[in-house]
């Protein structure tokens, strides 16, 4: 099983940028769909964008695009989310996710994700929080 873990949340202020990494061991990351998600304090987890594997085409919750972009880095089998002009409604826990490489089609266009077993690997989160 891909073992996750995720690193670069903190405090920031509104109109600032954060970038989240998320590390994989365990096995080869480009091959895998990779997903962040976010869940903020009584709502439910929702997806915020996502990278298929192999043909890496992404996906971005429209309350991200244009603000968010994910990458990946294969030789350091980590998986980023730059996050610029950033809002208090962001303010969340953030995961990032494994499954097989369609995965991220499969959960269009991106909202919540009531069903966390889509991805069968999961970090165990990272805090981001926005506020002046």
């Known amino acids: 099983q891909v073992q996750l873990v995720e690193s670069g949340g903190g405090l920031m202020q509104p109109g600032g940028s954060l970038r989240l990494s998320c590390s994989a061991s365990?096995?080869?990351?480009?091959?895998?769909?990779i997903g962040w998600f976010r869940q903020a304090p009584g709502k439910e987890r929702e997806g915020v964008s996502c990278?298929?594997?192999?043909?890496?085409?992404?996906y971005y919750a429209d309350s991200v695009k244009g603000r968010f972009t994910i990458s990946r880095d294969n030789d350091k089998r980590t998986v980023y989310l730059q996050m610029n002009s950033l809002k208090p409604e962001d303010t969340a826990v953030y995961y990032c996710?494994?499954?097989?490489?369609?995965?991220?089609?499969?959960?269009?266009?991106?909202?919540?994700?009531?069903?966390?077993?889509?991805?069968?690997?999961w970090g165990q989160g990272t805090q981001v929080t926005v506020s002046s």
């Open positions: 996710a494994v499954d097989h490489p369609e995965t991220c089609s499969t959960i269009q266009p991106l909202g919540v994700l009531r069903d966390t077993t889509i991805f069968g690997s």
């Open positions: 365990g096995y080869p990351l480009d091959y895998y769909a």
């Open positions: 990278l298929n594997g192999v043909h890496g085409s992404t």
